[in-house]
């Protein structure tokens, strides 16, 4: 069996991935943690790529109360589970884990996080709007339900392979209900303005931008990188120079990461510092 190493001395919250070592999830929580005055420990834990299964059992036969998942094991984590949420069966991944005895609990906070980071730090309502969401992989499919949930008036999945944002209308047009108007295209065909364009694409990992149509972009538009880093994405620079807000991703990291705290804790912290904190340490 695998050697559960954490930092001692014991924490019963960690971040499962590999590799792990780059994660800003222990920061996050231990800011989150003292700024709630909860007595937690939460770690970094490397599982070996053929041992994710072994490497969450072993840590919590030993204590572990709760994990996030990373990549790449957010869908083993959702097969891992016993009992999964309502928004983790719609991600169809896995992204924080709570153990409680033998009960596994699968859940998934990213899209949460990434519309609290809209609508509540970004200040912009999503009511009636027209989004546009660029890719169909695992981001986009995480944050679909939550997304829908804000009630937009329209939201276009843009894809590469536009059989892939179709699979996706397919699968969520029943939570889009009447309210919505989902539909699918390829990134050429987008060419209406749009209020909210979210970029959930791993284009801006190797700094390339989905070919987009400047004229989804206007003065009033959002245009939201799930990525982030310390320079604007490309996908910013180009929908900036287009006239368009920008925000990127870190609000978002931030957020997933305060709803996880909630759903282990049951106390939702304040992110603002720790948000501010992060930015400043980019
Ligand atoms: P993730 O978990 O990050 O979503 P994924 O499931 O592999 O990763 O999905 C990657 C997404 O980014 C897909 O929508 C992919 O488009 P395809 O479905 O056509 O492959 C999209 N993508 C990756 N590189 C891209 C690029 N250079 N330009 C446009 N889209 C890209």
Sequence with gaps: MTAVMTTAPFAEYVVIGNPIAHSKSPDIHARFAAETAQDMRYARLLAPLDAFAATVQEFVAQGGRGANVTVPFKLEAYALAGTLTARAKAAGAVNTLKFDGNQILGDNTDGVGLVCDIVRN?????????????????????????????????????????????????????????????????????????????????????????????????????????????????????????????????????????????????????????????????
Excluded at 203 to 231: E, H, I, K
Aim: net charge neutral; charged share 15%.
């Design 122 to 282: 970004a200040g912009f309502d999503l009511a009636q709007k027209k989004i546009l969401l660029l890719g169909a992989g695992g981001a986009a499919r995480g944050v679909l339900l939550p997304l829908l949930e804000a009630r937009p008036a329209q939201l276009t999945i843009a894809n590469r392979t536009v059989a892939k944002a179709q699979e996706l209308v397919e699968q969520f047009q029943p939570y889009g209900g009447a309210h919505c108007q989902l539909n699918a295209c390829g990134f050429a065909e987008a060419q209406q303005q749009y209020d909210l364009v979210i970029n959930a694409t791993s284009a801006s990992l190797q700094a390339q931008l989905p070919p987009l149509a400047a004229s989804v972009f206007g003065p009033a538009t959002l245009a939201y990188d799930m990525m982030y880093g310390r320079q604007p994405t490309v996908f910013m620079q180009f929908a900036a120079a287009n006239g368009a807000q920008v925000r990127d991703g870190l609000g978002m990291l931030v957020e997933q990461a305060a709803e996880s705290f909630f759903v282990w804790r049951g106390v939702r912290p304040h992110t603002d510092a720790v948000f501010a904190a992060l930015r400043a340490q980019l």
